[in-house]
């Protein structure tokens, strides 16, 4: 009973976040909401690097009862290194401050969250339903700010200051919950992480162990949304459709990163392709009700271009590879393999994008093929999957594809457009 109610509240906080989105992009505009995704992503890289990859491996090592590592010497190594990545994922983040209209002070903050995010606790002391009860928390807060900015017409270069509560409530009720259900010693840690020595060499060696995680859990992220960051530094105009198809897929994100932390023992060769198929019919559904989710999310302008923003939906199903491929990747020690695989499609395709954007030559359809090269190369690549199971994965990928493809000849989007304004105009006239 326990396990449904905590499923069900979990439909609830994905509610929540299209709430949320919806509300965001009639707020803040087309312009200003593209803006926002924007530094939403390369905020997340600097996240990122605020937690240098720790949470992944920290599940891992604390995994099968082995909670007691939160105190260990090589733990409280793992804090300063985290506390060190955290000032320099600041300052880099601080110096991007001129390149946006937003107050970003309150993003700024929360990079130094990690220091005492303990998720991967609850994760590890099977506990991940109070993980859901803390979003579910922090969700509702975030929507009742929303609409203070709504209906009292709050300066929106303040947005950042929701995420920050939102984040700030997210921390401290996983710490709550720790404590109180998972047995975690504030005290104990404390006392531990005080007294233990810092020795430089030690915190090297950490580094250099734990480098090849980092760079690999970085690269997963740039290399699913580098587009959104590139094209806003060169102020490139076609990026529009992307950055929205992109913050739809987005959405999705959350589960699919809950679903992986919460099944670590799963992740393996094995579970692999029912992992991918069940995830590619999961994005044939949203395509498929994609006119009204963007009706609901970002209005009714842009269901006539809905078709565009859906072929970007292929990043729910390349995130969840990436992701996949990545735990993969720290249990068989291959990581540092997967980085070089990444690096080398990130720099083969910024490359290609950087050349037809000097051209002139980057519209729309060039933008989603060098989108689709991208993740083909990368599966291909990738030797942590049988060859079988990729050349299958690179069909899973192009069936999404074809399908928004067919919709698009068959003029669905616009036969649904056209009842869309039908029902407007209606439910208008009705309540005049």
């Given at each position: 009973?326990?396990?449904?109610?905590?499923?069900f509240?979990?439909?609830i906080?994905?509610?929540?976040?299209?709430i949320?989105?919806?509300?965001l992009?009639?707020?803040l505009?087309?312009?200003?909401?593209?803006?926002?995704t924007?530094?939403?992503?390369?905020?997340g890289?600097?996240?990122?690097?605020?937690f240098?990859s720790y949470?992944?491996?920290?599940?891992?090592?604390l995994?099968g009862g082995n909670?007691g590592f939160?105190?260990?010497?090589?733990?409280?190594?793992r804090?300063?290194v985290?506390?060190i990545t955290s000032?320099i994922?600041?300052?880099i983040?601080?110096?991007s401050?001129g390149?946006w209209h937003?107050?970003?002070?309150p993003?700024?903050?929360i990079?130094?969250?990690p220091?005492?995010t303990?998720?991967?606790y609850?994760y590890?002391?099977?506990?991940?339903q109070?993980?859901?009860?803390s979003?579910?928390?922090s969700?509702l807060?975030?929507?009742?700010l929303?609409?203070?900015?709504?209906?009292?017409?709050?300066?929106k270069?303040y947005?950042?200051?929701?995420?920050f509560l939102?984040?700030?409530l997210?921390?401290?009720?996983?710490?709550?919950?720790?404590i109180r259900?998972g047995g975690?010693?504030?005290?104990?840690?404390v006392?531990?992480?005080i007294s233990?020595?810092i020795?430089l060499?030690?915190?090297l060696?950490?580094?250099?162990?734990?480098?090849?995680?980092f760079?690999t859990?970085v690269?997963?992220?740039i290399?699913?949304?580098?587009?959104?960051?590139?094209?806003a530094?060169i102020?490139?105009?076609?990026?529009?459709?992307m950055?929205?198809?992109?913050?739809?897929?987005?959405?999705?994100?959350?589960f699919?990163h809950?679903f992986?932390d919460?099944?670590?023992d799963?992740i393996?060769?094995k579970n692999?392709?029912?992992?991918?198929?069940?995830n590619?019919?999961?994005?044939?559904?949203i395509t498929?009700f994609?006119?009204?989710?963007?009706?609901?999310i970002?209005g009714?302008?842009?269901?006539?271009?809905?078709?565009?923003l859906?072929y970007y939906?292929?990043?729910?199903?390349?995130q969840?590879?990436?992701?996949?491929?990545?735990?993969i990747?720290i249990?068989n020690n291959e990581?540092a393999?997967f980085?070089?695989v990444?690096s080398?499609?990130?720099?083969?395709s910024a490359?290609?994008?950087?050349?037809?954007?000097?051209?002139g030559a980057l519209?729309?359809?060039?933008?989603?093929?060098?989108v689709?090269?991208?993740i083909?190369?990368t599966?291909?690549?990738?030797?942590?999957?049988?060859k079988?199971k990729?050349?299958?994965?690179?069909i899973?990928?192009?069936i999404?594809?074809?399908f928004?493809?067919f919709?698009?000849?068959i003029?669905y989007f616009?036969i649904?457009?056209?009842?869309?304004?039908?029902a407007?105009?209606?439910f208008?006239?009705?309540?005049?």
């Amino acid at each position: 009973m326990i396990v449904y109610l905590f499923t069900f509240v979990e439909l609830i906080n994905k509610l929540l976040g299209i709430i949320v989105i919806s509300t965001l992009s009639r707020i803040l505009g087309t312009d200003d909401f593209v803006q926002y995704t924007t530094i939403m992503v390369f905020f997340g890289y600097l996240l990122e690097l605020s937690f240098f990859s720790y949470q992944k491996k920290n599940i891992v090592d604390l995994n099968g009862g082995n909670e007691g590592f939160v105190y260990t010497g090589l733990f409280y190594q793992r804090t300063w290194v985290i506390i060190i990545t955290s000032l320099i994922a600041l300052a880099i983040f601080l110096s991007s401050s001129g390149q946006w209209h937003f107050d970003i002070l309150p993003l700024s903050i929360i990079l130094f969250l990690p220091i005492i995010t303990l998720d991967y606790y609850l994760y590890a002391c099977n506990l991940s339903q109070y993980i859901i009860a803390s979003r579910f928390i922090s969700q509702l807060s975030v929507c009742c700010l929303l609409l203070c900015f709504y209906y009292f017409n709050i300066n929106k270069i303040y947005i950042f200051y929701i995420n920050f509560l939102q984040s700030t409530l997210l921390t401290a009720f996983v710490l709550f919950f720790s404590i109180r259900f998972g047995g975690f010693k504030t005290t104990r840690w404390v006392r531990g992480f005080i007294s233990g020595r810092i020795s430089l060499s030690r915190l090297l060696n950490e580094f250099k162990a734990q480098k090849s995680v980092f760079f690999t859990k970085v690269l997963v992220l740039i290399i699913v949304s580098y587009e959104v960051v590139l094209l806003a530094f060169i102020n490139d105009a076609e990026s529009n459709e992307m950055v929205l198809g992109n913050r739809l897929a987005m959405i999705i994100l959350p589960f699919l990163h809950f679903f992986l932390d919460s099944n670590v023992d799963k992740i393996n060769h094995k579970n692999y392709l029912n992992y991918m198929i069940y995830n590619t019919i999961g994005v044939l559904v949203i395509t498929f009700f994609s006119p009204l989710i963007i009706l609901i999310i970002y209005g009714e302008n842009y269901i006539s271009s809905g078709f565009f923003l859906n072929y970007y939906l292929i990043f729910i199903l390349f995130q969840a590879y990436v992701n996949y491929i990545f735990y993969i990747s720290i249990k068989n020690n291959e990581s540092a393999f997967f980085a070089k695989v990444l690096s080398f499609t990130l720099v083969i395709s910024a490359t290609l994008t950087i050349l037809l954007v000097k051209m002139g030559a980057l519209n729309k359809t060039a933008l989603f093929c060098l989108v689709l090269f991208k993740i083909l190369l990368t599966i291909c690549l990738s030797r942590s999957i049988p060859k079988n199971k990729r050349i299958w994965t690179c069909i899973l990928f192009l069936i999404p594809v074809s399908f928004n493809h067919f919709l698009i000849e068959i003029n669905y989007f616009y036969i649904f457009f056209d009842y869309c304004n039908y029902a407007l105009k209606h439910f208008n006239n009705y309540f005049r």
